[in-house]
């Protein structure tokens, strides 16, 4: 699957009023929603620059020279609640940058059902499932070490106890505790506790073989050591759409609250006049129902467009 992000059209809401996230023109992204829409990882987090979660992959197909051109955005500034302008390089508006890092499936072993019995086919004890692998698993590691040395030389069966007066029953389990002969270690190397030592981030988390030290393989982790999302710089915001021609920028709730509020729809934002008065005025009991309506609007506003929130409807 590709990786890219195409500007959206941001229709507007058939509500009264709601937050300016609404007139957002492009995606956002964690690192967790990234990988679910594209099939892979975000860039590693660059923590000198500021949280971007959203690009636009369309402005760096239309550029020639992306690190000099520039495109211009639309965006809602929220504490001066205005919509401003915002210039960056057609580099920048490609790129993402989300905080964290990145999470793998947990390594599991499956139980088995292999047990060591005495001569008398008595239950002595069980068996680490953690050391047995299938032979496909044994030689794959063997291909993998081989590309990075001489030194890995050849898959074989450790001793199975399959004989002798204490014996494996292995029951259905098709696992067996395979190694690796390599030059130089005082054992051959278990291919199940390889692998365990590889997965230890979850499987598929980056890191290598370094065949360099020591008397046998070390995986090294590349998973950043700190997994820290904060940063006090703003993240760069999200770009945004023009106000429709039935839009307005209501600031509310003592400058605490804003929201766009359609003038065509009446609102607690936007009253009906009352008869005989010139403007509108509020009615005493609609002023004691602000919090309630705004409430309830917020909340289907969060449904209508498919985003996260806490609040509940209020009746």
Do not use: C
């Not at 500034?77 to 580099?91: H, K, L, P």
């Not at 607690?268 to 009991?285: I, M, R, S, T």
């Amino acid at each position: 699957m590709s990786v890219e992000s195409h500007r959206k059209t941001a229709p507007q809401p058939d509500l009264p009023y709601y937050p300016p996230t609404a007139l957002r023109i492009y995606d956002d992204y964690t690192r967790e929603s990234y990988f679910a829409k594209f099939g892979e990882r975000a860039p590693a987090w660059d923590k000198e620059k500021r949280i971007k979660r959203w690009f636009d992959t369309d402005a760096l197909a239309a550029s020639t020279s992306p690190d000099t051109d520039t495109v211009t955005y639309k965006i809602f500034r929220f504490g001066s609640n205005t919509i401003e302008t915002m210039i960056m390089t057609v580099r920048e508006a490609a790129a993402i940058n989300l905080p964290g890092v990145d999470t793998w499936p947990k390594y599991t072993i499956a139980p088995t059902d292999a047990r060591m019995v005495d001569g008398t086919g008595h239950v002595i004890s069980e068996v680490r499932p953690e050391f047995y692998t299938i032979r496909q698993q044994a030689d794959a590691l063997l291909a993998e070490l081989q590309a990075l040395t001489d030194k890995a030389k050849a898959v074989q069966l450790s001793l199975d106890f399959t004989s002798g007066p204490f014996q494996i029953r292995y029951g259905s389990d098709p696992r067996r505790p395979w190694e690796i002969t390599y030059e130089g270690a005082s054992y051959p190397l278990n291919v199940g506790s390889m692998i365990l030592q590889k997965n230890a981030h979850g499987v598929g988390a980056p890191g290598h073989w370094d065949v360099t030290t020591g008397q046998q393989p070390i995986w090294v982790t590349e998973v950043p050591a700190n997994s820290s999302t904060y940063d006090n710089r703003p993240e760069v915001d999200v770009p945004i759409r023009a106000l429709l021609p039935n839009e307005k920028i209501s600031v509310t709730m003592m400058g605490m609250d804003v929201n766009i509020t359609r003038t065509d729809k009446t609102s607690p934002y936007n009253p009906a006049p009352q008869a005989g008065q010139g403007g509108a005025v509020l009615d005493p009991a609609v002023v004691q129902a602000i919090v309630r309506m705004d409430n309830n609007v917020k909340w289907l506003a969060a449904n209508e467009l498919g985003v996260a929130t806490s609040l509940k409807p209020q009746f």
